[in-house]
């Protein structure tokens, strides 16, 4: 069985968690998309860890953690990544990388640097992790391939050689900086080759094996529903595709072995870069939001950056958990609203005067303004609890309006940042 856990809003609804708590009932942990550039924050008996290209299910030795075609792979990040963990005491964790992952390349983060620097102001609000610029060679079919490096080595020159062609010129005419060097480049390559050669596996048909052996499968995804470039916030979205669906293709599965679609959704709304986000909060308000969020305040685990914050978006929360296909809903962070008298949630847009419960596409959502339904607060804090009746009154009236707006179960709420911190609801 395939169970995907995504998320259904801008990114950090607090997947890591949920995966890190569910990888204790599963064989295998897949990550399908995106790179190091957005982080999962898990605490765990361990301790606390950001991590930014591991599967989220690597603390567990039962584990196989599975990076996926679909990946961005940044091999010495990789690298480093896993030796941070096993430094700080976990065991060092079975890793499988697939074959046909595209290499995310040192001067893809250079572009990306660069090009975020010459839009200045209308930028995108990148990580400058290269993911962009990754992305796009890839479909541009001039991305490196983990398989190339163990092929033959007249044909990864030639492949070298086209790709400085082709960059030096944006380098040198566009961003005026240093040129790339091809046997630099050959000897990078060699590099990163005994780097993960003890990790490169043929993915998808280990995973077509594991699931005929009825073993338990989870795709985590990165990000969120509304970063994906198709169904998302488009240009301000990520360059791969953030939903469930896409599991399928990012790790080498059948589609129909998708049984399970957990999608997560946060109590409250962050976001990080730009683009439109209706029920966005400012200045003091937004900050005590932002302090009290997370483990820790709602700041960017890979760049410290301030998370922009806002209420409930149910509009935008049904859009996100319809597109991912959600099976069943976990609710995070709800922990964190226990200060306020009054909660407002977002249950429709007025876009020039006509209201909707729909989610539009980018040129009308410029166009929307929030309309609130106004929830009363429970004013005290709810971590600790472990069951849903113990929840109080004025918060299981907060969790039914979200289910009843998105019209998915939710069959766990978060009310804390730990392993434990989870109430089933089944
Ligand atoms: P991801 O990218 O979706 O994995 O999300 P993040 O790593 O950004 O997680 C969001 C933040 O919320 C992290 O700091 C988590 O430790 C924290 N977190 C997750 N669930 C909860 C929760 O239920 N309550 C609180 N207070 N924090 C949580």
Redesign the pocket.
């Known amino acids: 069985m395939v169970r995907a856990i995504v ?1 259904a809003n801008w ?9 890190d708590m569910l990888a204790a009932e599963s064989d295998i942990v897949v990550r399908f998309q995106g790179g190091a550039n ?6 765990n008996p361990y301790g ?1 860890f ?1 991590l930014h290209l591991l599967p ?1 299910g690597v603390f567990y030795e039962h584990v196989t953690s599975v990076i996926g075609n679909g990946v961005a792979l940044n091999i010495p990040y990789l690298i480093e990544e896993i030796q941070s963990i096993v430094d700080k005491g976990v065991p060092r964790p079975h890793i499988l990388v697939s074959d046909r992952a595209q290499i995310l390349m040192p001067y893809h983060v250079d572009l990306d640097t660069y090009e975020e620097a010459r839009l200045a102001g209308k930028s995108f609000g990148s990580t400058r992790s290269g993911i962009a610029p990754f992305y796009s060679d890839k479909y541009a079919k001039i991305g490196f391939q983990v398989s190339e490096l163990f092929g033959d080595e007249a044909d990864l020159r030639e492949h070298v050689e086209k790709v400085c062609l082709l960059k030096n010129v944006l380098l040198e005419h566009l961003y005026h900086k240093p040129l790339l060097d091809p046997d630099e480049m050959m000897k990078l390559l060699a590099s990163y080759r005994e780097m993960i050669r003890p990790y490169v596996c043929d993915v998808s048909a280990y995973l077509h094996d594991a699931l005929k052996e009825g073993q338990q499968v989870l795709l985590e995804g ?3 529903s509304l970063k994906d470039p198709d169904h998302g916030i488009y240009p301000m979205v990520t360059s791969s595709h953030t939903l469930a669906g896409y599991g399928a293709i990012g790790a080498g599965v059948p589609p129909y072995e998708i049984k399970n679609v957990t999608v ?1 959704v ?2 409250y709304s962050s976001a990080v870069g730009a683009g439109a986000f209706v029920s966005e909060i400012f200045g003091e308000e937004a900050q005590e939001l932002r302090d009290r ?4 305040g ?1 700041y ?2 890979t760049t410290g950056r301030p998370r922009r914050m806002g209420w409930f978006d149910a509009v935008a929360t049904r859009y996100g958990v319809r597109v991912q296909g959600g099976t069943e809903v976990a609710l ?5 609203l226990g200060y306020l008298d009054e909660i407002p949630m977002c249950v429709g847009y007025d876009i020039d005067g006509v209201i909707t419960r729909d989610f539009p596409p980018t040129a009308r959502l410029s166009h929307a303004k929030p309309v609130y339904k106004i929830m009363p607060g429970w004013k005290c804090d709810i ?1 600790g609890i472990r069951t849903y009746e113990e929840l109080p009154q004025a918060c299981r009236a907060y969790i039914e309006a979200i289910e009843e707006e998105i019209g998915v179960p939710i069959r766990l ?5 730990g392993r434990d ?2 109430i089933r609801r089944d």
Do not use: M
Not at 11 to 19: H, S, V
Not at 38 to 43: F, L, R, S
Not at 293 to 296: E, N, Q, V
Not at 332 to 336: A, M
């Open positions: 998320g990114g950090d609804e607090g997947k890591g968690k949920i995966t957005a982080g999962h924050t898990i605490i606390k950001a989220s990165q990000l969120g997560v946060k109590a969020g997370g483990d820790g709602e960017g685990a995070t962070v709800l922990d964190v971590r709420v978060s009310n804390g940042p911190d989870i």
